[in-house]
């Protein structure tokens, strides 16, 4: 592998990208000051860097084209060990054990802190989960999911401020209004093709953040709205250690109920019908799919679920600003989904605590993490575009039917 | 009605409107052939914005005469643009080149985040001062109120370069193996084109088109930062759609269409909601008219 | 003898182009028809107005059901064309590559079952029995088309001519009465054509579903037809049984000439 002209190439790779970084990486001007930094150190790093990465980018890619010719060949294609460790009965079971003890001590064993950064990564478990019936289950890709995020948080924020409406009473209004806003925003636009429509939600995301932004009277400006309240407990007084553990223990439960959701609607009539729609929307119409209701029960599904967590999101921060909800923070969500593994719900649970949680224990890390989200979107396209975690397909109650079908 | 402020308000959505061609065309000719909305077509621009400023910033120091650093910032502008449209392409693009469209369109997505940020460690995520590149023209001095003669010049580059864009596309070898390409890659290569090759090109001449308007928006407004690409980036977007995706004379329609009517809703309505509009405008563009103001209809071949 | 799909005076204009003009054709219940016609005749245009992929132009497009109830699908979408018993394969295959070939045929009786979202959440009995009969179903829908030992592999995964076989099984789960089948044989070799001959027949004589195919193996068309519509330049040049058609001069002329010298 590391011949002559391999190196040869991996030289020419690096020389291009010390020549590419030049003026940004290492040359800072202070206009102020008039002075010039050099800073050439920087170039020396670009130059080693890239010449490695080249060597491991072309090794992956030709793994790569093994794997397409081998499947186009019509050859056995390994099965993947995540896969194969997620459908073994013998594996998951006691991990499944292992990890829900985990989650029901979490609180218990670690600090306040911890306990925090969890609930974050929980929140953006929920979100995620919503975005991945859209996005992976569909196959829509929704840019302004953030919006209707947003139309939860303000929803528990602004219902709260003027009417004293309470956590609990909030959540199915939020979730609800969520949901109407998917359907008003999908009727026109779910027409649309994928690109467009990707475009389109982006930009209704920004829409919504602009008003939310400059309508003051409504939404008190960019300074957002403050002192929003906790969730109760049956009207039980708690201090705030108690009530942050509260809030963690609503987090854990409402991922149980999203991940049985999602569950249930990925094997079921209205899933395959999704899934179908994202693999071929001519020949779904002609199995007798009605194409827009499809499109709009998953599209109006995720909204609720962002409302859902717009709320909760409220709730636990007990401040919110328009800052909260850029276009960004939809892209984070889609590297959730697009990471963990389109469609499939371990995927998107490891894809959200990998992606929350890694920047909040490297703090050397999070300054990049934007840069680095950039960079495993690419590289996750370019080399695996199912995710780390692919979409396990299910085997049908098989066995047993096809002793019933000898019956006949 | 003062028709003086009209004057003002037509002048500025024209130069809106020109500089949100030279993205628009360069985000039309990459729809035109490999049907990808290059969604770091804006960072492209913002960087030839920085690189101009680099050099402007070096080179006065140095003490050298403006026009000399004018075209020295411009060129570096434009050759560095290049390289990164290049480079993107190759690496986060040509691998996906028959993977479903939303791959790669979350590749670009990808790309776009990794160059903002790549801009804002290794420079600064503040505002910087962008010198006034362009020199007053005497002759402008009467009118100087009314139009800047960095304007004239923005009206005259992108004029410029809208023809020479469309000669190249029409008159020429490479802009002929741009269409067959366009038209079917398949059949391109059959035939010999080198459909990398074109691409690549086609990626070469849309970042050099989209470092010009860097350059020549940064010396106008006079400050730049990591995230200027962003948002001129979707607006000529919208422009390129609205004029009919994939259709040079209706990029730039597109973008003077939604420079004016910007410039005049800005300055009769409210300035508060200029970003909102120009996404309403998208969103009705679409749905109502996806293929344009001059656009083909495109069916699905079932 | 009484008509399950009748075609009259259809016609389509893609701009200027009149790619399909004043087409009338019938097919009656128990009846295999072909429709032939040299490439770019127009037959797979047919085949998507009638569908409502497209819009026509002009004409009228009627479906009767074997009860009698006669439905006007003029302008009708896709989708509801499929749910008043007319149901197609395509000739460039369109399966959902990444899912399962039992969930492709799953996919078909979409249209004949009722669970919703809630449905699929709770899951009452009612869903668990829709859904176990389902599977049931598919399953047995594979077997009549030989490709139950391809259960749970993935659509993309199968041989070519199994991925066409599986286009007619995923198009007979939406019950239909009438079956568009667009080119079935295309890629296919000898002993896959004849085994797609005898699913053909079998699909008619067992299940009394009517078949209106697009083929250009004229040795398929002529033994399984009952008769044939030959379509040029958008328009009917003739019609009858396999036996007129070939005698036909201007069918020669326009078409099987060539085929038959070749």
Same mark, same amino acid.
């Given at each position: 592998?590391?011949?002559?002209?391999?190196?040869?190439?991996?030289?020419?790779?690096?020389?291009?990208?010390?020549?590419?970084?030049?003026?940004?990486?290492?040359?800072?001007?202070?206009? &102020?000051y008039g002075?010039?930094?050099?800073?050439?150190?920087?170039?020396?790093?670009?130059?080693?860097?890239?010449?490695?990465?080249?060597?491991?980018w072309?090794?992956?890619?030709?793994?790569?084209?093994?794997?397409?010719?081998?499947?186009?060949e019509?050859?056995?294609?390994?099965?993947?060990?995540?896969?194969?460790?997620?459908?073994?009965?013998?594996?998951?079971?006691?991990?499944l054990?292992?990890?829900?003890?985990?989650?029901?001590?979490?609180?218990?064993?670690?600090?306040?802190?911890?306990?925090?950064?969890?609930?974050?990564?929980? &929140?953006?478990?929920v979100?995620?989960?919503?975005?991945?019936?859209?996005?992976?289950?569909?196959?829509?890709?929704?840019?302004g999911?953030?919006?209707?995020?947003?139309?939860?948080?303000?929803?528990?924020?602004?219902?709260?401020?003027?009417?004293?409406?309470?956590?609990w009473?909030?959540?199915?209004i939020?979730?609800?209004?969520?949901?109407?806003?998917?359907?008003?925003?999908g009727?026109?636009?779910?027409?649309?093709?994928?690109?467009?429509?990707?475009?389109?939600?982006?930009?209704?995301?920004?829409i919504?953040?602009?008003?939310?932004?400059n309508?003051?009277?409504?939404?008190?400006?960019p300074?957002? &709205?403050?002192?929003?309240?906790?969730?109760?407990?049956?009207?039980?007084?708690?201090?705030?250690?108690?009530?942050?553990?509260?809030?963690y223990?609503?987090?854990?439960?409402?991922?149980?109920?999203?991940i049985?959701?999602?569950?249930r609607?990925q094997?079921?009539?209205?899933?395959?019908?999704?899934?179908?729609?994202?693999?071929?929307?001519?020949?779904?119409?002609?199995?007798?799919?009605?194409?827009?209701?499809?499109?709009?029960s998953?599209?109006?599904l995720?909204?609720?679920w962002?409302?859902?967590?717009?709320?909760?999101?409220?709730?636990?921060?007990?401040?919110?600003?328009?800052a909260?909800?850029?276009?960004?923070?939809?892209?984070?969500?889609?590297?959730?989904?697009?990471?963990?593994?389109?469609?499939?719900?371990?995927?998107?649970i490891?894809?959200?605590?990998?992606?929350?949680?890694?920047?909040?224990?490297?703090?050397?890390?999070?300054?990049?993490?934007?840069?680095?989200?950039?960079?495993?979107?690419?590289?996750?396209?370019?080399?695996?575009p199912?995710?780390?975690?692919?979409?396990?397909?299910k085997?049908?109650?098989?066995?047993?039917?096809?002793?019933?079908?000898?019956?006949l | 009605?003062?028709f003086?402020?009209?004057?003002?308000?037509?002048?500025?959505?024209?130069?809106?409107?020109? %500089?949100?061609?030279?993205?628009?065309?360069?985000?039309?000719?990459?729809?035109?052939?490999?049907?990808?909305?290059?969604?770091?077509?804006?960072?492209?621009?913002?960087?030839?914005?920085?690189?101009?400023l680099?050099?402007?910033?070096?080179l006065?120091?140095? =003490?050298?005469?403006?026009?000399?650093?004018?075209?020295?910032?411009?060129?570096?502008?434009?050759?560095y643009?290049?390289?990164?449209g290049?480079?993107?392409?190759?690496?986060?693009?040509?691998?996906?080149?028959?993977?479903p469209?939303?791959?790669?369109?979350?590749?670009? %997505?990808?790309?776009?985040l990794?160059?903002?940020n790549?801009?804002?460690l290794?420079?600064?995520?503040?505002?910087?001062?962008?010198?006034?590149?362009?020199?007053?023209?005497?002759?402008?001095?009467?009118?100087?109120?009314?139009?800047?003669s960095?304007?004239?010049?923005?009206?005259?580059?992108?004029?410029?370069v809208?023809?020479?864009?469309?000669?190249?596309?029409?008159?020429?070898?490479?802009?002929?193996?741009?269409?067959?390409?366009?038209?079917?890659?398949?059949?391109?290569?059959?035939?010999?084109?080198?459909?990398?090759?074109?691409?690549?090109?086609?990626?070469?001449?849309?970042?050099?088109?989209?470092?010009?308007?860097?350059?020549?928006?940064?010396s106008?407004?006079?400050?730049?930062?990591?995230?200027?690409?962003?948002?001129a980036?979707?607006?000529?977007?919208?422009?390129?759609?609205?004029?009919?995706?994939?259709?040079?004379? =209706?990029?730039?329609?597109?973008?003077?269409?939604?420079g004016?009517?910007?410039?005049?809703?800005? =300055?009769? %309505?409210?300035?508060?909601?200029?970003?909102?509009?120009?996404?309403i405008?998208?969103?009705?563009?679409?749905?109502f008219?996806?293929?344009?103001?001059?656009g083909?209809?495109?069916t699905?071949?079932? | 003898?009484?008509?399950?799909? $009748?075609?009259?005076?259809?016609?389509? !204009?893609?701009?200027?182009?009149?790619?399909?003009?004043?087409?009338?054709?019938?097919?009656?219940?128990?009846?295999?028809?072909?429709? *032939?016609?040299?490439?770019?005749?127009?037959?797979?245009t047919?085949?998507? #107005?009638?569908?409502?992929?497209?819009?026509?132009?002009?004409?009228?497009?009627?479906?009767v059901?074997? /009860?009698g109830?006669?439905v006007?699908?003029?302008?009708?979408?896709?989708?509801?064309?499929?749910?008043?018993g007319?149901?197609?394969?395509?000739?460039?295959?369109?399966?959902?590559?990444?899912?399962t070939?039992?969930?492709?045929?799953? *996919?078909?009786?979409? #249209?004949?079952?009722?669970?919703?979202?809630?449905?699929?959440?709770?899951?009452?009995?009612?869903?668990?029995? /829709?859904e176990?009969?389902?599977?049931? !179903?598919?399953?047995?829908?594979?077997?009549k088309?030989?490709?139950?030992?391809?259960?749970? /592999?993935?659509?993309?995964?199968?041989?070519?001519g199994?991925?066409?076989?599986?286009?007619?099984?995923?198009?007979m789960?939406?019950?239909?009465? *009438?079956?568009?089948?667009?080119?079935?044989?295309?890629g296919?070799?000898?002993?896959?054509?004849?085994?797609?001959?005898?699913?053909?027949?079998?699909i008619?004589?067992? /299940?009394?579903? #009517?078949?209106?195919?697009? $083929?250009?193996?004229?040795?398929?068309?002529?033994?399984?037809?009952?008769?044939?519509?030959?379509?040029?330049?958008?328009?009917?040049?003739?019609e009858?049984?396999?036996?007129?058609?070939?005698?036909?001069?201007?069918?020669?002329?326009a078409?099987?000439?060539e085929? *038959?010298?070749?």
């Open positions: 592998m590391f011949n002559v002209k391999e190196l040869k190439k991996s030289i020419l790779v690096s020389l291009w990208f010390m020549f590419l970084t030049f003026p940004i990486m290492v040359i800072k001007v202070n206009t &102020i002075k010039v930094e050099w800073r050439w150190y920087r170039m020396a790093l670009v130059g080693v860097g890239s010449f490695f990465l080249s060597f491991v072309r090794a992956l890619l030709r793994r790569k084209e093994m794997g397409l010719k081998k499947a186009e019509g050859q056995e294609v390994k099965v993947p060990l995540t896969r194969k460790l997620i459908s073994d009965k013998r594996f998951n079971r006691p991990a054990v292992v990890v829900c003890l985990f989650a029901l001590l979490f609180p218990l064993v670690f600090s306040l802190y911890q306990v925090n950064i969890m609930t974050t990564a929980l &929140i953006y478990v979100v995620g989960l919503g975005l991945n019936i859209v996005v992976g289950l569909a196959g829509l890709l929704d840019l999911y953030v919006a209707f995020y947003a139309v939860g948080a303000y929803s528990y924020a602004l219902l709260n401020y003027h009417f004293g409406l309470g956590f009473t909030v959540l199915p939020g979730a609800g209004l969520a949901m109407l806003f998917g359907i008003l925003l009727f026109p636009v779910l027409r649309l093709r994928g690109d467009y429509l990707a475009i389109v939600t982006l930009g209704f995301g920004e919504i953040r602009i008003i939310l932004e309508w003051n009277e409504f939404s008190f400006g300074s957002g &709205i403050a002192n929003i309240p906790r969730p109760g407990f049956f009207g039980i007084q708690m201090n705030l250690h108690q009530v942050h553990i509260y809030i223990y609503l987090m854990i439960g409402m991922t149980v109920f999203t049985f959701v999602v569950r609607l094997d079921s009539r209205i899933g395959r019908a999704w899934m179908a729609l994202r693999e071929d929307e001519v020949a779904c119409q002609a199995m007798g799919i009605d194409k827009t209701k499809t499109k709009l998953a599209f109006a995720g909204a609720t962002a409302g859902m967590g717009g709320v909760v999101f409220a709730a636990k921060t007990t401040f919110i600003n328009p909260s909800f850029t276009i960004w923070e939809s892209i984070i969500i889609l590297c959730i989904v697009v990471l963990g593994g389109m469609g499939s719900i371990v995927g998107v490891c894809g959200a605590l990998v992606l929350i949680l890694l920047p909040e224990y490297l703090r050397a890390f999070s300054e990049y993490r934007m840069l680095m989200f950039g960079a495993a979107l690419i590289i996750m396209m370019v080399f695996r199912g995710g780390i975690i692919s979409d396990v397909r085997v049908y109650h098989f066995e047993g039917l096809k002793e019933e079908s000898k019956d | 009605m003062d003086g402020y009209f004057f003002e308000l037509f002048l500025g959505g024209l130069t809106r409107g020109s %500089i949100y061609a030279l993205l628009a065309l360069g985000y039309t000719m990459v729809y035109g052939i490999i049907e990808l909305i290059n969604f770091a077509h804006g960072e492209i621009y913002m960087i030839g914005a920085f690189t101009a680099i050099v402007t910033g070096v006065t120091l140095m =003490g050298w005469n403006k026009i000399a650093i004018l075209i020295l910032a411009s060129l570096a502008a434009v050759v643009s290049s390289a990164y290049y480079t993107a392409e190759k690496i986060a693009y040509k691998p996906l080149r028959n993977a469209r939303l791959s790669a369109l979350i590749s670009a %997505i990808g790309v776009s990794f160059l903002q790549y801009v804002l290794a420079q600064t995520s503040d505002f910087l001062p962008f010198p006034n590149l362009i020199p007053e023209f005497e002759f402008l001095k009467p009118v100087e109120d009314i139009v800047r960095s304007e004239i010049v923005i009206y005259a580059t992108t004029a410029v809208m023809v020479a864009l469309t000669i190249l596309i029409k008159f020429t070898r490479i802009g002929k193996a741009m269409r067959a390409t366009a038209q079917d890659q398949k059949m391109a290569r059959l035939v010999g084109v080198d459909v990398d090759r074109v691409i690549s090109i086609t990626f070469i001449i849309g970042s050099a088109t989209a470092a010009l308007g860097g350059v020549l928006i940064a106008h407004i006079g400050q730049i930062n990591f995230y200027i690409g962003f948002i980036g979707i607006k000529a977007f919208v422009a390129a759609v609205l004029g009919g995706i994939g259709s040079m004379p =209706g990029a730039v329609l597109g973008s003077l269409v939604l004016w009517t910007e410039s005049f809703f800005t =300055g009769y %309505i409210s300035s508060d909601y200029e970003d909102v509009f120009a996404f405008f998208l969103v009705l563009i679409l749905i008219r996806p293929s344009g103001i001059l083909r209809k495109d699905d071949k079932v | 003898m009484s008509p399950a799909l $009748e075609v009259s005076n259809l016609t389509m !204009d893609f701009g200027g182009l009149r790619a399909l003009d004043s087409i009338d054709l019938t097919v009656n219940h128990g009846e295999i028809v072909a429709l *032939i016609g040299p490439n770019g005749a127009g037959k797979t047919f085949f998507n #107005c009638i569908t409502g992929i497209y819009n026509p132009t002009a004409g009228d497009m009627r479906l059901s074997p /009860e109830k006669a006007r699908i003029n302008g009708l979408k896709p989708n509801q064309v499929t749910e008043n007319m149901a197609r394969t395509f000739q460039n295959i369109r399966l959902f590559q990444n899912m070939v039992l969930e492709n045929v799953m *996919i078909g009786r979409h #249209c004949r079952l009722r669970a919703g979202i809630p449905g699929a959440v709770f899951r009452p009995p009612r869903v668990r029995k /829709e176990s009969r389902l599977i049931e !179903d598919s399953y047995r829908m594979l077997q088309v030989g490709l139950e030992k391809y259960v749970n /592999e993935f659509a993309k995964n199968l041989p070519y199994a991925q066409r076989r599986l286009e007619i099984a995923r198009a789960a939406t019950e239909p009465f *009438i079956l568009l089948l667009d080119e079935p044989a295309a296919m070799n000898t002993q896959e054509t004849k085994e797609l001959d005898e699913l053909i027949l079998r008619r004589n067992e /299940e009394g579903i #009517c078949i209106l195919l697009i $083929e250009h193996d004229m040795k398929l068309v002529m033994s399984l037809s009952d008769r044939i519509y030959v379509v040029d330049y958008g328009r009917k040049i003739a009858g049984t396999p036996g007129q058609i070939k005698n036909d001069p201007a069918v020669i002329k078409y099987l000439g085929d *038959i010298d070749a």
